[in-house]
């Protein structure tokens, strides 16, 4: 092999690009032998959830989507992220300072981030305020003082009808 040629696979880095009429890309640049090169992976007006994934399909490498989202803010352009994007954003921000949800939490997020595990009835809980789940525990505990108090085992016997005259 001659001293000097490149082989392997060579490093790339995706960046966001702004062009006329408020449009912007995703481009990915790449070191050849013949120089750098770039390619432009997707193209927006604001950055999605969706456009990320598109350019992470045609990307030769896998890049940092959270990097890159963060970058093209800085640079101006809109992103609007699913909103379990952007509270998972400031979850691993949060961690990464150190700050760490309460053990129940952490338990109910590890589960529900489990591969094929579903669990929405819980989920809608860990949202809502101790006001609001006392309120609903003491609505359950008036429902029940409504039901009858003691059932007897045995044959059910059907009401007497009486004819009104």
Known sequence: MEQGTI???LPTMAFVVKRGSGRWEIRESASTPDGPRSR???TFEVLTTAVLEAAQVRA???FGADELANKAARAGAAVQ???ADRL???LLA???NDRRPSRGLTAELRESLTEGSHRPEP?????ETDQV???TLAELMDLTDGLPGEWRPGPLKMPELRRRV
Do not use: D, Y
């Open 7 to 9: 082989v392997g696979i």
């Open 40 to 42: 432009t992976l997707a």
């Open 60 to 62: 030769s490498q896998p």
């Open 81 to 83: 992220l699913s909103q």
């Open 88 to 90: 998972a954003r400031q």
């Open 94 to 96: 949060e961690l990464s």
């Open 123 to 127: 989920a809608g809980w860990v949202g």
């Open 133 to 135: 789940r006392g309120r």
